[in-house]
Nanobody, 118 residues
């Protein structure tokens, strides 16, 4: 099993980034895909998730209206479109794959750094 994130970087406040997560080694279409983030000294928190079929999306309150989670089953890829970025969005972002929306992911990516700063 492998989850490989990309798309992180340094961006100014108010700008956008799009994270990608390419999955392999499992049946992508049957797994919930999620995005978490973590800053030093804090627990990893759920940012957004999309159901296996793509019909259900869930967001943490602080990103609602700014972030959009999606998936492309034909490419075994999940995405996190992040708009109107704020300094408080700065974190390492992790992609996760799980069998249930109510439990933490079974598999994790290595993480990608997102830094929002002027």
């Amino acid at each position: 099993v492998q989850l490989v994130e990309s798309g992180g970087g340094l961006v100014q406040p108010g700008r956008s980034l799009r994270l990608s997560c390419v999955a392999s080694g499992f049946t992508f279409s049957t797994y919930v895909m999620s995005w978490y983030r973590q800053t030093p000294g804090k627990e990893r928190e759920l940012v957004a998730l999309v159901s296996s079929g793509g019909g259900i999306t869930i967001y943490t309150d602080t990103v609602k209206g700014r972030f959009t989670v999606s998936r492309d089953t034909s490419k075994n890829t999940a995405f996190l479109q992040m708009n109107m970025l704020k300094p408080e969005d700065t974190a390492v972002y992790y992609c996760g794959a799980g069998s249930s929306r109510s439990r933490p992911p079974d598999y994790w990516g290595q993480g990608t750094q997102v830094t929002v700063s002027s």
